[in-house]
């Protein structure tokens, strides 16, 4: 069973940066991609970053282009979401998600996605 732990929210005043990590305990990681969504109070979850651990290729909702940046540590079975330039919109709970063979165009469907986390609150103040 694979399972996924998420750290590094809190709390940040607008303009600051936060970066979460994700654990990841699987055997194997050929052919995954792990995913970052987020759900803000009254809001359904919405794709935030994915990455996929062969080749690296990264996508990202356009509401966090340039400013949020998603990486991998092969080694430390590790995924992180670096986020900079963060404002009041940003605030929400965080989920990494894991999945096989999700193919590109649906790297954002959350569910294409196998395993999630039990998310991480991010509040950015103003």
């Known amino acids: 069973q694979v399972q996924l732990v998420e750290s590094g929210g809190g709390l940040v005043q607008a303009g600051g940066s936060l970066r979460l990590s994700c654990s990841i305990s699987a055997s194997t990681f050929n052919g995954y991609a792990t995913g970052w969504f987020r759900q803000a109070p009254g809001k359904e979850r919405e794709f935030v970053a994915a990455?996929?651990?062969?080749?690296?290729?990264?996508m990202y909702a356009d509401s966090v282009k340039g400013r949020f940046t998603v990486s991998r540590d092969n080694a430390r079975k590790m995924v992180y979401l670096q986020m900079n330039s963060l404002n009041p919109e940003d605030t929400a709970v965080y989920y990494c998600a894991h999945g096989a063979r999700i193919i590109w165009s649906q790297l954002h469907n959350q569910v294409a996605y196998d395993y999630w986390g039990q998310g991480t609150q991010v509040t950015v103040s103003s």
């Open positions: 990455i996929r651990w062969s080749g690296g290729n990264t």
